[in-house]
């Protein structure tokens, strides 16, 4: 049963440290996502990779988010320094063009205290 | 991006239907209409698209109006664990970015 796999589930950090979330996509698939979702944001795209390129990273907040694809099996989110108002559940999902449907993973719940 | 408009909120009994409706007065041609539903804690997870044909799957019905300009998804007898967030969606073919609005939740009660 393929998915999408994400570590770690929950991380709680100190403002100022630096956090990375990591995602395994489907395997074959050739495109990545990273979405974050709070309370009242809902849920929001932050950037996207295809072919481990990035495709469209504007949802992000230059300074202190990057997103890489090391490698077609592994995306990376960091945030460095991380701030309260990160605090979050952050979702990579993948796909493969010319495919409509987008798999989730269970998300990194993120608390910054 | 084309934008939806959904109910905040429905409720349906146990083993009735479910029918979500959705406006999409802005479409454009070459949109498509997704919906995606998220079970508390979970990631969302993908129902089913539709271009202008109704479409069918194991999951659900998506009926759009001749026109594209709103939607409706139908669960057929819906359960208990069809309580959930629902969101429609409209964007391009294939693996594209997915625009979340704030969805309907829905509540199957017993």
């Known amino acids: 049963d393929a998915r999408v796999t994400q570590t770690p589930r929950d991380k709680v950090t100190e403002m100022g440290q630096e956090v990375t979330m990591r995602c395994q996509p489907i395997l074959g698939h050739n495109t990545v996502f990273w979405y974050r979702q709070t309370m009242m944001q809902g849920l929001e795209l932050l950037a996207y990779?295809?072919?481990?390129?990035?495709?469209?990273d504007s949802g992000m907040p230059k300074d202190r988010f990057s997103a890489e694809m090391p490698d077609a099996t592994l995306a990376t989110l960091k945030i460095q320094p991380s701030e309260p108002r990160d605090s979050a559940v952050y979702f990579c999902?993948?796909?493969?063009?010319?495919?409509?449907?987008?798999?989730f993973g269970p998300g990194t719940r993120l608390t910054v205290l | 991006d084309a934008k939806t408009t959904q109910p905040p909120s429905m409720d349906c009994a146990e083993g009735r239907a479910a029918n979500l409706p959705c406006n999409h007065s802005?479409?454009?041609?070459?949109?498509?209409v997704y919906w995606y539903r998220q079970i508390h804690s979970q990631g969302p997870q993908y129902i089913i698209h539709g271009l202008k044909n109704n479409e069918t799957n194991e999951m659900a019905s998506l009926i759009i109006t001749e026109d594209r300009k709103s939607s409706t998804l139908i669960l057929p007898h819906a359960t208990l664990r069809d309580t959930a967030v629902y969101y429609c969606?409209?964007?391009?073919?294939?693996?594209?970015?997915?625009?979340f609005g704030q969805g309907t939740r829905l509540t199957i009660n017993p």
């Open positions: 990779f295809r072919n481990r390129a990035p495709l469209d």
């Open positions: 969606i409209v964007g391009i073919q294939g693996a594209q970015k997915l625009v």
């Open positions: 802005t479409i454009s041609g070459n949109e498509y």
């Open positions: 999902a993948s796909g493969l063009v010319p495919y409509n449907e987008q798999f």
